[in-house]
């Protein structure tokens, strides 16, 4: 799909999810709303997720053995150019996609079984990637567009000296393997990495729990995405 098209597309979803946000913002607390949540309260699935740390980080580690065919962020989003090659443009922040609003990468899936099937099983699922940061790659100030969903990260990989650390609005969080945290990604957020090795963590997105309508609303919103960027946006070669 050419540039223009992508980004008079990628143009077209952000207005349309600032004005979802303002009528979702009635049920999140709007500047109120929290930063940080518990599993149970937004997803209890999640938690299928640090019960099986183990056998998820003996897939990602199969996965690295082949780093060099991992797309970075911008190579299959390239609405991620300004995050992903802005800065420390020779460092790489990579992704390995499994599922994007309901479009799967069965190549990705195959290659990861048991952590594909968890992430089948989690309801009202967004997206799931393991998200790849070269050491001394940091990832800019940002917010995520759409206020519909929360992000769950588990520390897989994580250098002991000068762990990196991420701000969620004015909250720190320093990553630790095997543990999870679950946060607001619309809040603006950033990554401070002064290490020398990679670190690893699975995102895994889910629907925000909310009331009947705004939950209808969110789940046509999410099979809107599936059409217009799951399927328009992202750069097939590297996700399918």
Known sequence: MGDFAVAANGLFLWSMTRVLNVFLDLYTGGRSRPVFFS???VNPAL????????DIRRELEAVLADRESIPRYHDLDPLQTEISASREPGKR??????????????????????TASLV????????????????????????????GYLRYHLG?????????????????????????????DSWEHQVYNEADDIRVVLIVDVLRPLPALPRALNRLVRAYLRLHYARFTLRQPYFR
């Open 39 to 41: 599993a149970e309260e």
């Open 93 to 114: 922040w990579q992704v390995f996609m499994f599922d994007c609003m309901g479009v799967r990468s069965e190549r990705n899936c195959a290659r990861c079984p048991v």
């Open 120 to 147: 089948g099983a989690v309801p009202d699922l967004f997206q799931a990637f393991f998200s790849i940061l070269e050491g001394g790659k940091p990832i800019p100030a940002h917010e995520g567009i759409y206020r």
């Open 47 to 54: 938690r299928a997720f640090d019960r099986h740390y183990e």
């Open 156 to 184: 897989l990989k994580v250098p002991r000296e000068r762990p990196p650390r991420i701000r969620v609005k004015d909250r720190f969080h320093e990553w630790r393997e095997g543990e999870s945290i679950v946060f607001d």
